[in-house]
């Protein structure tokens, strides 16, 4: 899976002992979907070598490949978001929440508004 989005935290590195030596893992939470009245936003996770290849910081807008993995621990379930890869993502203009970005390739309604010639605008018509 793949999501983009902007980096609003980054968690201190956890790391610790297991059977096969040491591990650290880092959490960040990315928000995606800004131009919603409510963006959403997701916590995901890097193992490893891959925290010192991308450093990830606050704010840089990425792209994020990972999977979604779950897992049961004394009869809970716990949902694990494991990214993979890191990506920049190039940056998107912000716009105002409520209004739709214009697709590329479609003309704004500016194009399509007619021009009103001299002899229309003596016209008694009240539009």
Do not use: C, H
């Amino acid at each position: 899976m793949e999501l983009s989005g902007r980096i609003i935290a980054v968690t201190p590195l956890q790391t610790g002992e297991g059977r096969n030596g040491t591990w650290k893992k880092q959490e960040y939470v990315i928000e995606y979907d800004p131009n919603s009245q409510y963006p959403r936003k997701m916590m995901f996770n890097l193992w490893g070598d891959k925290i010192d290849q991308y450093n990830i910081q606050v704010g840089q807008n990425l792209r994020v490949s990972f999977d979604i993995d779950s897992s049961e621990y004394q009869g809970r379930w716990y949902n694990n978001i494991r990214t993979w890869k890191v990506e920049y993502a190039e940056e998107q203009p912000v716009t105002p929440p409520g209004i739709q970005p214009q697709p590329a390739g479609i003309p704004s309604a500016a194009a399509f508004t007619p021009e009103i010639a001299e002899s229309d605008a003596t016209s008694d018509l009240p539009f």
